[in-house]
């Protein structure tokens, strides 16, 4: 069956092969042109749709498996000992593990069938990391893995954008992989369970409700489970199909309000289009550093200045997370 992209569907989320650009090569050893090349594509494809798969980003495919087995096997431990790690919601800077339940995109609906475990560099909640060999180790790694090209992206971004400064993006990304008191950037590892024989999803119960994220970019490996969903330019929802290789991008609610509407955060959510079998994804969320002040690169009044960190406390108040002087720090 031909797919959109042999029919070659700009509106459709394109495959940008960024190997000239990958995260092992050195920035002076990459061909201006290539450069070019390629942020004009990710311009494009942001500017449009929201998203792209990137291909040859560079992270090596056993880096990616293994971080998939150490969160195979967190979420395969008995309730009570996951429980046991259950992450504080009073600061952004925490981690741990979010059981099923814990989190909802909308209050009305049945919570979203899924758990998920927040990791973020030199925590000072060191006791919520898993006693499970190398997880920290090797979490906190593919964090700074997923920071390198995220920052690739970012530069790529501010190039296409035709910004005066094109590192003005990684400039204001350069303490992502410092303290988690300077930037919230998160790896997210996700369950979604699957239901078993008699069991079914509750009415209007999703595996990840409708939504966009916060921060400025999203990295996001899925395994081949299938159910992520994109929300095309007629507004309608099309599956966003596991490409083996790839990493799926997408620009988020900060982005997009920093460059006046230029970038498009767009709406997607996990549908359980196969819910007799797990899925797993694993999500780099990037947020700018927590103090930066994000005003429309445009010079226009469109969005009044504000500090990240107040945005985000501002958007979990907006959607009912913020409970008392408590901030959650999630996608939404
Ligand atoms: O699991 C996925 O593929 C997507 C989840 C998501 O969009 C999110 O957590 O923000
Ligand atoms: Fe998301």
Known sequence: MATDHDRGDCSWIPIVDIKAF????????????????????????????????????????????????????????PQETKDKFVRPMSDPAAIGYIPIGREYFDANKPADLKE????????EYSQYWPNIPN?????????????????????????????????FFVKAHEKISSRASNNTAILR?????????????????????????YGSMTLLFQDD?????????NGEFKPATPIPGTVVVNIADMMQRWTADGLKSTPHRVVPSNKRKARRSVI??????RSTIVRPLDGSNKYPPI??????????ADTGMLEGNEVINTAA
């Open 284 to 289: 780099y969320f990037i947020d700018p550093d």
């Open 22 to 77: 990958d995260i092992t090569k050195e920035e002076n050893e990459v061909d201006r042109k290539d450069l070019e090349k390629l942020a004009n594509d990710v311009f494009k494809a942001f500017s449009t749709i929201g998203f792209v798969y990137v291909k040859n980003h560079g992270i090596p495919q056993d880096q990616i498996d293994n971080i998939f087995r150490l969160s195979d096997e967190f979420f395969a431990q």
């Open 307 to 316: 500090s990240y960190v107040n945005y985000l406390s501002q958007r979990f």
């Open 116 to 123: 998920s475990f927040d990791a973020v560099p030199g925590s």
């Open 189 to 213: 590892l996700l369950h979604y369970p699957p239901v078993k024989d008699g069991e079914d999803f509750l009415p209007e119960q999703t595996r990840c409700g409708e939504h966009t994220d």
């Open 225 to 233: 489970t299938g159910g992520l969903e994109v929300q095309t330019v």
């Open 135 to 167: 997880f920290e180790e090797d979490v906190v790694k593919f964090h700074r893995t997923c920071a390198k090209l995220g920052l690739r992206l970012l530069k790529l971004i501010g190039m296409g954008l035709g910004l005066e400064d094109s590192e």
